[in-house]
């Protein structure tokens, strides 16, 4: 016979008692699932052009992001000195992330619901198509997410006031591994609180901002006793352009236009039936959440608004947008959303109820085939520099690449943002560098312009081509 925990212990370790198995059980499911949808970028994981220097440990090439976006938890990762494979780096990122999601969907549930929607809940928080997105960061964001994991863990064993002593450490903590995820911290707290009321949940926004603003502030003056710049100056690269009146923000609506059209499109995989799929199923679980549990309708969409508030401010204020990867806790709100209308209007049996949860289950089953289809887009790439790298290998002296990498199919596909992804997989898998003649024309100067310049052809192929002694990829641009 099930036990209950013991009446006569203080009530966070009852309610530890009462969420373990269903936080075990949650991560039963999470952690196999996660990595069979991800099977498909796990043997030889995507990396981006500036997770190479986290991959190979190499601090020095991270350095100038502690200046321009106050990653210093990252770069004291860089220093870690062990160099793992990104297979390894790519499953840990994965983990971390599941048991992120498990211990969300159980501070979620409420304490004595069946654990089959914690694990449902986990189920639709696994494929969100933000954290989908930084996976190919996977090797700079294994701090920051191990920062996540442990506050919503211990959102599960620890009081609800000692949860939020803990939340000003951890929001300067995860600021400085992500600039968002402290949004993440916020949801967690409002998702776990039990008590709610109107002045609790002024005091927990008060917190969360004055944690914020502290966070901001200790990377500005850590910068400025560094670097010598209070602030985190922009790189130049995102074309930044601050506003210095309400002329220049009104200036910016365009850009935040631009940044929820990707985001829409990005959520509901470019599927105009899919967003108001989306839509509409928020708007009902919003509708009953409201009669049946008003607070937690108010908690849950203060944080989306809450967080909605900063990525406009960011927009208007910096005149840059934003990438749909930062936006995780709109996710992770909707989920909570929609699963726990579905309990509510489970609590009796009626064809309510079940719709609801058909509806939840086919939102996290094809999210979940949809990712695990959208692992498979970096194999022709992951494929084609292996045979690339073996060709080079077999040929000695110095390398050289040509024409238009970004926009050699394989490269379209996997979404390369920029041409240097080849030359650092290239050094990776061969060990030897890798010149870009567009980046750098001089080092190339020396070619017949057949090679520089090679014509475009309907199905572009690269090749390697030998030319007094060294080895030239060849990227033709398509006609």
Not at 154 to 162: E, K, P, R, W, Y
Not at 242 to 254: K, R, T
Not at 363 to 368: E, F, G, I, N, P
Request: proline residues 9%; aromatic residues 10%.
């Amino acid at each position: 016979m099930r036990r209950s925990p013991d009446p006569q212990l203080p009530q966070a370790t009852r309610a530890a008692a009462g969420s373990l198995p269903a936080f075990l059980a949650a991560c039963a499911v999470a952690l196999p699932v996660l990595l069979a949808v991800s099977a498909g970028n796990i043997a030889d994981p995507i990396v981006r052009y500036d997770d190479y220097p986290a991959l190979l440990a190499q601090p020095e090439r991270f350095w100038q992001k502690t200046l321009t976006e106050g990653r210093w938890l990252n770069y004291l990762w860089h220093l870690r000195g062990a160099v793992t494979p990104a297979w390894l780096n790519f499953v840990l990122f994965q983990i971390l992330w599941g048991v992120t999601a498990a211990a969300i969907a159980t501070a979620a549930t409420p304490p004595g619901s069946r654990k089959w929607f914690t694990a449902v809940l986990a189920l639709t928080l696994l494929p969100a198509p933000p954290v989908f997105l930084m996976a190919p960061w996977s090797s700079t964001l294994i701090p920051g997410f191990a920062v996540l994991a442990l506050f919503a863990c211990l959102a599960l064993v620890l009081s609800q006031a000692a949860l939020r002593l803990l939340l000003p450490l951890f929001t300067l903590l995860a600021f400085t591994a992500y600039t968002t995820f402290p949004l993440i911290l916020l949801a967690v707290c409002l998702i776990s609180t039990r008590q709610r009321s109107l002045p609790d949940l002024a005091r927990l926004l008060i917190l969360f901002g004055a944690s914020f603003a502290g966070a901001v502030l200790a990377v500005y003056a850590l910068n400025w006793q560094v670097h010598g710049v209070f602030g985190i100056p922009l790189d130049p690269a995102r074309s930044p352009d601050p506003a210095q009146d309400l002329a220049g923000l009104w200036s910016h609506l365009p850009l935040l236009q631009e940044t929820l059209s990707v985001l829409l499109g990005k959520l509901s995989f470019q599927s105009t039936p899919v967003l108001l799929f989306h839509l509409c199923l928020l708007i009902a679980a919003t509708a009953v959440l409201l009669r049946r549990q008003p607070l937690e309708a108010l908690y849950l969409w203060t944080a989306l608004w809450a967080g909605m508030a900063l990525m406009t401010l960011q927009v208007l204020k910096l005149g840059v947008t934003i990438p749909v990867r930062a936006f995780h806790f709109t996710w992770i709100i909707y989920a909570v959303l929609i699963v726990r209308a579905a309990q509510e209007l489970s609590r009796g049996p009626g064809l309510p109820g079940r719709l609801a949860r058909n509806a939840v289950l086919l939102v996290a089953l094809s999210y979940l085939v949809q990712t695990a289809v959208q692992f498979t887009r970096f194999r022709d790439w992951q494929h084609e520099t292996r045979a690339m790298a073996a060709a080079i290998a077999a040929q000695p002296g110095p390398v050289y690449a040509t024409g238009s990498i970004l926009d050699y199919p394989a490269a379209r596909k996997a979404g390369l943002h920029r041409a240097s992804s080849l030359a650092s997989r290239l050094e990776l898998l061969t060990g030897r560098q890798v010149s870009l003649c567009r980046a750098i024309p001089e080092t190339c100067a020396h070619l017949p312009p057949g090679l520089t310049s090679p014509a475009p052809e309907p199905q572009p192929q690269a090749r390697l081509e030998r030319f007094k002694g060294a080895n030239v990829l060849v990227f033709p641009p398509r006609q």
